[in-house]
């Protein structure tokens, strides 16, 4: 019997379209003789499943839709939002709650992670090295010459909580710096600066098994 999958698309951030993208890329991989995959779009307070040109309201007690006579659950879930609420914790924890196994880590790992400054904060407890850095919240005041005093150039300013380099700038002047900050603060309330660090960037992904 095939299992029913639910591509999770979507979310509410700058990267919506980069998800979209990502989700079709994924439809395009999974065997349907082995599944029948639907993909699901978020945004906001709608969630839909898009098929065959209609669209079906997911009724988000258990995370299922109606199709014709029936009822379709889920027996999977593909995360594939980039950004709130699928980096987040929060769809993580809404899945844990309805009980449905999703790919990607727990949502406390999420939600650590996905904010910057407090996965720095994390680490540094355990010796882990990671680049000079302050953080700056949207309606408090800062100082430009304090942030040049306590950071090195080149640096890069980010959004604390995004990614997709939505928002990031790298500065090598103080003249640039107040404007890289307002760029980061439209699409997050708090800005994380860090000092550039020259090296070899590293991925390894996990895998439950």
């Given at each position: 019997?095939?299992?029913?999958?639910?591509?999770?698309a979507?979310?509410n951030?700058s990267?919506?379209t980069i998800?979209i993208?990502s989700?079709?890329?994924?439809?395009?991989?999974?065997?349907?003789?082995?599944y029948?995959?639907?993909t699901?779009?978020?945004?906001?307070?709608?969630?839909?499943?898009?098929?065959?040109n209609?669209?079906?309201?997911i009724?988000?007690?258990?995370?299922?839709f109606?199709?014709?006579?029936?009822?379709?659950?889920?027996?999977?879930?593909l995360?594939?939002?980039?950004?709130?609420?699928?980096?987040?914790g929060?769809l993580?924890?809404?899945?844990?709650?309805?009980?449905i196994?999703?790919?990607?880590?727990?949502?406390?790992?999420?939600a650590?992670?996905?904010?910057?400054?407090?996965?720095?904060?994390?680490?540094?407890?355990?010796g882990?090295?990671?680049?000079?850095?302050?953080l700056?919240r949207?309606n408090?005041?800062?100082?430009i010459?304090d942030?040049?005093?306590?950071?090195?150039?080149?640096?890069?300013?980010?959004?604390?909580?995004?990614?997709s380099?939505?928002g990031i700038?790298?500065?090598?002047d103080?003249?640039g710096?107040?404007?890289?900050?307002?760029?980061?603060?439209?699409?997050?309330?708090?800005v994380?600066?860090?000092?550039?660090?020259d090296g070899?960037e590293?991925?390894?992904?996990?895998v439950?098994?």
């Open positions: 019997m095939k299992k029913n999958i639910a591509i999770v979507g979310g951030s990267e919506y998800s993208n989700a079709k890329e994924l439809r395009l991989v999974l065997n349907p003789e082995k029948n995959v639907y699901v779009l978020i945004q906001e307070s709608k969630w839909t499943v898009i098929e065959n209609r669209e079906f309201s009724n988000k007690n258990d995370f299922s109606k199709l014709n006579d029936g009822i379709i659950h889920f027996d999977c879930i995360m594939a939002i980039h950004g709130t609420p699928g980096e987040d929060k993580q924890s809404y899945f844990d709650l309805v009980g196994p999703y790919t990607s880590c727990s949502a406390n790992i999420s650590l992670t996905f904010n910057k400054f407090a996965c720095k904060a994390f680490l540094k407890e355990f882990t090295n990671t680049a000079k850095s302050l700056l949207k408090e005041p800062f100082d010459r942030i040049q005093d306590k950071l090195n150039f080149p640096c890069f300013v980010k959004p604390n909580n995004s990614g380099s939505f700038s790298k500065v090598n103080g003249e710096l107040r404007t890289a900050i307002f760029n980061a603060f439209i699409e997050d309330d708090e994380i600066i860090e000092e550039f660090v070899t590293i991925s390894c992904g996990l439950k098994v």
